[in-house]
């Protein structure tokens, strides 16, 4: 007796691979650079240019005053800085058809995307701003960037924190009240991993803190060391093949507050924007396709490059060696 067996004879196209409607996690940074920053808005009707201004601190006045002499009349000065704020965006056209048949919730999947995209953007433009300082500690005895690597010395060490720590605080690099009133330390997790191979801050993290799970060794989180909030993020600046021996060189920036500022337009603000199938008007005379975008307006400015150090090191890949 005949009988229809699935995956055989003419029924094979009954016999489907099963689809999963659970979606995969996507890989995404930590984004931190624009929590860190002296936060400014630009309202309505304000133009798109903003400026920042400090009082210029005299020196001491270190000579005695003579008797019934007044001194020299002081002359204050005031130091500003500029910042023009862009828009940034992107956006993805798809059909009805799509939007109405694909086996995900296309519009919401794609929109959650964008919503990645946009924070991912704004995240390293402002990175982009802040390492590119002039206050800067090249590892070990390095002198520039293409110096950096060929050895393993030029990790980034205890020794390394010191140093960049004592430079940020001799130029009066005040710590963030917020975050502990601690500096901020925003290190790659490469960083991370050569941090936790140097014997120095290994033994620091024996002695300072108990044998239990708050412990860096037995937690993984780095957290506060000597005076400097660690924050990891895989957008760290790497300066791919720019070292010894086309090492890539890894930017450890060691924050002060104010350093940099963060600016966006309050009358246009971060948003995903989801056009739907039929609002085009004549430009979709069929009602065929509908949009998914994002927009945002930012600018990021240094302050005073003074309250920051950028150490540039490497970190156990492609060190040059």
């Keep these: 007796m005949a009988m229809d067996l699935l995956g055989a004879a003419g029924m094979t196209n009954g016999m489907k691979q099963f689809y999963s409607r659970l979606l995969l996690e996507r890989a995404l940074p930590n984004f931190v650079h624009n929590k860190f920053g002296l936060t400014a808005g630009i309202p309505r009707n304000g133009g798109r240019s903003i400026e920042f201004r400090r009082y210029t601190r005299p020196s001491a006045a ?10 020299s009349e002081t002359q204050l000065t005031i130091a500003n ?18 939007s109405l048949q694909n086996f995900d919730p296309y519009i919401a999947q794609v929109s959650e995307v964008y919503g990645e995209q946009m924070g991912d953007t704004l995240d390293i433009l402002t990175r982009n701003v802040i390492v590119a300082g002039t206050t800067v500690q090249f590892a070990n005895t390095a002198a520039s960037r293409g110096a950096v690597g060929g050895t393993t010395a030029h990790r980034l060490t205890y020794a390394e924190i010191r140093e960049a720590v004592a430079t940020l605080e001799a130029a009066d690099g005040k710590p963030f009240p917020e975050f502990g009133s601690k500096h901020i330390g925003i290190i790659h997790p490469h960083t991370k991993q050569v941090m936790f191979g140097d014997s120095d801050i290994i033994n620091s993290f024996q002695n300072a803190y108990p044998r239990d799970g708050s412990n ?16 990891v993020t895989s957008n760290a ?10 090492a ?6 060691i924050l002060g507050r104010q350093y940099y500022g963060v ?3 309050e009358a246009l603000g971060q948003r995903v924007i989801v056009k739907p199938v039929g609002s085009a008007g004549a430009l979709d005379p069929l009602d065929q396709m509908g949009t998914i975008g994002w927009k945002a307006a930012h600018a990021a400015v240094r302050l005073n490059d003074a309250f920051a150090v950028r150490i540039e090191h490497t970190a156990g890949r492609n060190e040059g060696v």
Excluded: C, K
Excluded at 62 to 71: C, F, I
Excluded at 81 to 93: I, L, S
């Design 237 to 246: 600046r790497i300066f791919g093949s720019e070292g010894a021996s086309g």
């Design 216 to 231: 860096p060794l037995i937690s993984g989180e780095i957290g506060d060391f000597y005076g400097v909030r660690w924050v």
């Design 263 to 265: 600016v966006d337009y």
């Design 248 to 253: 890539s060189v890894y930017a450890t920036m």
């Design 62 to 71: 270190t000579t005695a005053l003579t008797e019934g002499t007044p001194p």
């Design 81 to 98: 800085v500029q910042a023009t704020v862009n828009q940034y965006g992107a956006f993805t056209r798809h059909s009805e058809v799509l």
